[in-house]
């Protein structure tokens, strides 16, 4: 269950952008950027960038939702 903005900035995790180049890209500091994906992280018992990119790119081709 991920919000809007969680699922944008997992989706430049996938295609490997560091906090800093997601940053940019979002006009966010790279502080924020990993504030949020701690978030994410936390949601899917994930331990790593890698580990939530995986289970995010899973989801998504399964159309689980999501959604908030």
């Known amino acids: 269950v991920l919000t809007d903005g969680q699922k944008t900035l997992m989706e430049f995790v996938t295609?490997?952008?560091?906090?800093?180049?997601?940053?940019r890209r979002l006009n966010l500091s790279p502080d924020t950027v990993k504030h949020h994906l701690t978030e994410v992280f936390s949601r899917f018992n994930a331990n790593s960038r890698t580990q939530?990119?995986?289970?995010?790119?899973?989801?998504?081709?399964?159309?689980?939702?999501?959604?908030?």
């Open 15 to 23: 295609l490997g952008l560091s906090n800093k180049e997601i940053g």
């Open 52 to 68: 939530a990119a995986t289970i995010y790119r899973r989801m998504v081709a399964a159309r689980v939702t999501v959604d908030a």
